[in-house]
């Protein structure tokens, strides 16, 4: 049961990602990655994985230590339930890089290739985006500014 639940938990978040990457202009995407509750089945996942190993669970998150967790991850529900937890906030997260470079006008073939990274690798995506998004908002305050004095001359 553990292995059919680490893969659903992917597999209940693949959906929102496909709409972020292949479908960044519908409307409805952009509805579906305002909303938290995306995560709440992949959530429901975490909750089926992570209750069996509770103690172990508790344990490895009231005194954090490198063995605590190994300890945790040595379990097929404890892995499986980190899983589901990483999951959920790379997806969150997810939705809101989305958010952030519709807001921006970042290019939807320069987000599409980063969301794919922060799918697989979630640091890796985000550091790449920050500076990105960091020059786009610069940019906008520049346009904006220059536009305000237009108007005012």
């Known amino acids: 049961m553990s292995g059919f639940l680490f893969e659903l938990s992917f597999w209940l978040a693949a959906p929102v990602w496909l709409l972020l990457i292949l479908a960044p202009g519908w409307r409805l995407t952009a509805r579906i990655a305002a909303s938290p509750l995306t995560v709440v089945p992949v959530l ?26 190994r300890e945790l991850t040595a379990l097929a529900d404890g892995a499986g339930a980190i899983w589901a937890q990483v999951i959920a906030w790379d997806l969150l997260l997810g939705q ?58």
């Open 44 to 69: 429901v996942v975490y909750l089926a994985l992570a209750l069996p190993v509770f103690p172990e669970l508790w344990a490895a998150v009231r005194s954090p230590g490198l063995d605590g967790f």
């Open 96 to 153: 809101w890089m989305y958010r952030e470079a519709r807001r921006l006008g970042i290019h939807p073939l320069v987000m599409g290739p980063l969301l794919v990274l922060t799918i697989l690798l979630s640091p890796f995506g985000l550091l790449l985006f920050l500076p990105l998004r960091a020059v786009r908002a610069a940019r906008s305050r520049t346009e904006g500014s220059r536009a305000a004095l237009t108007v005012q001359n």
